[in-house]
């Protein structure tokens, strides 16, 4: 299957909501849009990828080397597992995120952003 990654970005607009494009062996890879500033989390057992496809976003780190790492389209950064993290987005961002295939987009940290992953649907005509 194949996935154009501007058309899977058209095909929704709510920010925060993880989208599955497919599943590589037990990792799902997610698109989102991202606005804003996320939760502070962690995912205990995983390491997350972050993509960014167009905008920028920073994400804010707490980690032995701290500090936030700000990406831009084309840039990836890796998020080991148990490190704490905010994504934040001054300008609509959309991302592509590889995770374990059943990380919950909040990680610990639950609360209302809590989001289950959602099935990509076919664009809407222009």
Do not use: Y
Request: a negative charge; charged letters at 20%.
């Amino acid at each position: 299957m194949s996935v154009n990654l501007e058309q899977a970005a058209a095909s929704f607009t709510e920010p925060w909501q993880p989208h599955l494009i497919t599943h590589v062996n037990d990792h799902d890879v997610k698109i989102a849009k991202i606005l804003g500033e996320f939760v502070w989390h962690t995912h205990p057992d995983s390491d997350e990828m972050f993509l960014v496809v167009s905008g920028r976003m920073t994400l804010q780190v707490r980690d032995a080397d701290g500090g936030d790492v700000d990406l831009g389209p084309g840039d990836v950064h890796t998020v080991p597992a148990g490190v704490e993290h905010c994504p934040r987005a001054e300008q609509e961002t959309v991302i592509v995120m590889l995770e374990k295939q059943g990380t919950v987009n909040t990680g610990d940290a639950g609360g209302e952003r809590t989001a289950p992953v959602q099935p990509l649907r076919p664009a809407a005509p222009a």
